[in-house]
């Protein structure tokens, strides 16, 4: 896939074309007569193939290291519970695969077949697709810029043979960039039910996250709430709670007042989520969940 030239003006531009970053690019008369900026036909495709997903959520934080991926992976085992309702997790973080990991899918393997990719299965209702498959170790960094990981979560909602499924849950990448904007592009046109928005309490991380959610003003993504991660440390033994993330601006709670958002809940520290994460499987209980 070719590699977009440094100070590239973008299709959408009046400059496609025709700006000094465009001289030598090999698709500079295609921008210059306004083809590029048409709609991507991937968009419509991947809206057909999306009419057997009943909800798509997005799993987004501005912020990095606040728990997406084991709220992400919590959330599907939960709605898996129910033996009835079909599940899929997609892993979009393509730089920071971490799924495979946390839901105990090391080492397994993607499979073409004539539908399309074949997710790699957990439970029987529970299917799970990630660029962590596709790498021959986990250590492998994929160097890739915005067009590469672009394509490659086309390739993910386009051709992943998902089959009926009642909830798509999508676990993303930290910011507001390349990975998210392709997300809520591509999903478009088949209708997104909207996005989970993981914090923790301290102010560096929520300044972050209020840029996440202007993020979802501007592409009019609906926001489902807001999940306070991490928000006190409760002693296995004395069950005593402890703010190892002090709240001083008055953490979750106060920003969704302020923007008026709902705050879903407060999921403290717990070691047991920690162990149920490695291995694998089993949700959090009730107990390990803090009522907003």
Known sequence: MEEVPQGCPGTGSAQAGRGA???GCPNQRLCASGAGAAPDPAIEEIKEKMKTVKHKILVLSGKGGVGKSTFSAHLA???????????????????GPSIPKIMGLEGEQVHQSG???????????LGVMSVGFLLSSPDDAVIWRGPKKNGMI??????VDWGE????IVDTPPGTSDEHLSAVQYLSAAHIDGAVIITTPQEVSLQDVRKE??????VKLPIIGVVENMSVFICPKCKKETQIFPPTTGGAEVMCQDLKIPLLGKVPL???IGIQEFCGHHPPKEEHFLSS
């Open 21 to 23: 970053s465009c001289q």
């Open 77 to 95: 085992h939960g709605l898996a519970e129910d033996e009835n309702t079909q599940v899929a997790l997609l892993d979009i973080d393509i730089c």
């Open 115 to 125: 539908s399309g990719w074949s997710p790699v299965f957990v439970e029987d209702n």
């Open 154 to 159: 086309k390739q993910f909602l386009r051709d």
């Open 165 to 168: 499924v009642d909830y798509l």
């Open 213 to 218: 959610i202007n993020f979802c003003h501007k």
């Open 270 to 272: 717990d070691p047991h």
